[in-house]
């Protein structure tokens, strides 16, 4: 049995209005937007009882998988999450006006900085990452196994494939 969704009705919509245009990829890249947003929000619920924005949940979790001593460079952050160096400066105030992050100066490089996560960061992002997973998990408990690991590989070919069009971030 088939269920119909919302963008189901949009390209039907485009059928009738526009039927030359191709919606198939739309079909895909539509439902991986709505997608998209609506875990974007279940994961700012999850998040919100940690005082946490995703935003600033993915800074603290980027550090934190480092490992000790929980090091990047600004630029590396960046890197890492696909953001502009302007958005991540932003993002690195907020952390280290709250106590979660510290910047320190990189040895042998007067204008180089590391930003790190201090004992306050560390506990917060460690309370939040059982939520974060707890989160991720339920969202997909209603596909099967085989489902869940068919999708994970298909979404994984085509970000690969994705990623390798994109210029890198400065």
Avoid at 49 to 55: G, K, M, R
Avoid at 57 to 77: C, I, K, N, S, W
Avoid at 102 to 125: F, I, K, N
């Amino acid at each position: 049995m088939t269920e119909n969704d919302r963008i189901d009705a949009i390209q039907a919509q485009w059928a009738t209005e526009r039927p030359d245009l191709d919606t198939g990829g739309f079909g895909v890249v539509g439902r991986l937007l709505l997608l998209g947003k609506l875990l974007e929000r279940r994961v700012g619920q999850a998040l919100e009882p940690h005082e946490l924005a995703l935003s600033s949940f993915d800074v603290l979790a980027t550090l934190r998988r480092q490992g000790a001593p929980y090091r990047l460079t600004p630029t590396e952050l960046s890197r890492t999450i696909l953001l502009t160096p302007g958005a991540m400066t932003n993002r690195i105030d907020r952390l280290e006006a709250a106590g979660l992050v510290r910047r320190e100066a990189q040895p042998g490089d007067r204008r180089g900085v590391r930003v790190s996560l201090t004992e306050q960061g560390l506990a917060t992002v460690d309370s939040a990452l059982e939520a974060r997973f707890d989160e991720a998990t339920s969202a997909v408990a209603n596909l099967p196994e085989r489902d869940r690991t068919s999708l994970e590989r298909i979404l994984r070919r085509l970000l690969a494939e994705l990623e390798g069009e994109l210029p890198p971030t400065s």
